[in-house]
């Protein structure tokens, strides 16, 4: 009978998806989420198979648990482009997925393409590239990581 799991994987996932969100996929190393996360290197392994499987768990709870709400609230607001800037932070994690792993991982894209489509219906005729561009000149302006 194997050991039982130490840890919340929701908990840990939440976690990681802060990690990603401050300094990317590629800035961070297994060490770094072993340490940040409080998990062991083998429990790590065992429940998420690898980096990126628990990049990619992370993304997708981010997309889904904080991305698509904000999003919903967007869209029911008059003023969606507003409420997504006023966001801050929440979209970093869409940001540096958008240009680091996109580009390069197929399963990251489709995640990304899918999001920046809902992004773009929600603004209308305000782009989400002109968004996530104001954005990234935010982070710029304030990110002392």
Known sequence: ?????????QEVTRA????FAGRAYDGLS???????????????YKT?????GLYLTALRW???NEVEPLLAR????DQPRSVLLEAGETLDLLLLAAAEQAPLDAEVGALIRTTLSRLD???GQSPANELLGERLRAR???DDR
């Open 48 to 52: 998420f198979g690898s980096k990126r």
């Open 140 to 142: 710029l302006r304030t």
């Open 1 to 9: 009978m194997g050991r039982p799991k130490g840890f919340d994987e």
């Open 62 to 64: 981010y997309l889904a």
């Open 121 to 123: 219906a929600v603004l």
């Open 30 to 44: 297994v060490d770094d989420l072993v340490t940040g996360l409080g998990v062991h290197r083998n429990s790590l």
């Open 16 to 19: 990681a998806v802060a990690l």
């Open 74 to 77: 967007a869209a029911a607001s």
